[in-house]
Structure formats: structure tokens, C-alpha cells
């Protein structure tokens, strides 16, 4: 069973950067990708960055430029970097894992979810 914890969440300014951890356990040789969602109170939940078992990287408009996503596949973590921090990146952020299963489906698994606050 996939388990994601993320950690480094926090109030910063306009302007700031931080940086997001996620540690992942039960991850297999059958990862497909991992990333990053958000989700403010009373909106859907957008995606924010994918990394790939093959190392390719996507990333929302919203963000490109100013969000980085990488990879510890050592320490199975991952990070995104964010720089340029924008009241409208307030949200609560999750990581994500998406992970083929015997049936060769892909199974997508959950974080808990850690509060970025960027104030003006």
C-alpha cells in the first residue's frame, strides 16, 4: 500500500518561495508518475505538476516558470519547489501517486495535504 506524507506548508509573502516534501512508502518498480494538486475551499482540485518514472515533467500554466518538481528516488521524495509565490497559490497542496496495478490499471493515491498561505 502507497502512503504519501507532505510536509512544508506554510504562511509566507508575496514574492517568497517554498518548498514541499513528499515521502513515499510501498512504492514499486510499477509507478507511473507523481505529483503535486491543490485545492481552495469551494474549488475543484487543479493540478499543479507531474513528474514521470521516466523523468518527463508537466506543469500547469499557472505555475510554469515559477514551480519546479523533482524527485529523491533514493529517498522515494519528492519536492516542489516554488518560487514567486502568488496570493492565488494559497491552497492546500497534495501529493499524488499514480501506480499500475496487477490488473494494469492505474491506481491513484492521496496525501493528506499540507496549508500554503501567501499573503500580499
Known amino acids: 500500500q502507497v502512503q504519501l506524507v507532505e510536509s512544508g506548508g506554510d504562511s509566507v509573502q508575496a514574492g517568497g518561495s517554498l518548498r514541499l516534501s513528499c515521502a513515499a512508502s510501498?512504492?514499486?518498480?510499477?509507478?507511473?508518475?507523481m505529483g503535486w494538486f491543490r485545492q481552495v475551499p469551494g474549488k475543484e482540485r487543479e493540478g499543479v505538476a507531474t513528474i514521470y518514472s521516466n523523468g518527463h515533467t508537466g506543469y500547469a500554466d499557472s505555475v510554469k516558470g515559477r514551480f519546479t518538481i523533482s524527485q529523491d528516488n533514493a529517498k522515494n521524495i519528492m519536492y516542489l519547489q516554488m518560487n514567486t509565490l502568488k496570493p492565488e497559490d494559497t491552497a492546500i497542496y497534495y501529493c499524488?501517486?499514480?501506480?499500475?496495478?496487477?490488473?494494469?490499471?492505474?491506481?491513484?493515491?492521496w496525501g493528506q495535504g499540507t496549508q500554503v498561505t501567501v499573503s500580499s
Open positions: 510501498g512504492i514499486t518498480s510499477s509507478l507511473y508518475s
Open positions: 499524488v501517486a499514480d501506480q499500475t496495478n496487477r490488473w494494469g490499471a492505474l491506481d491513484r493515491y
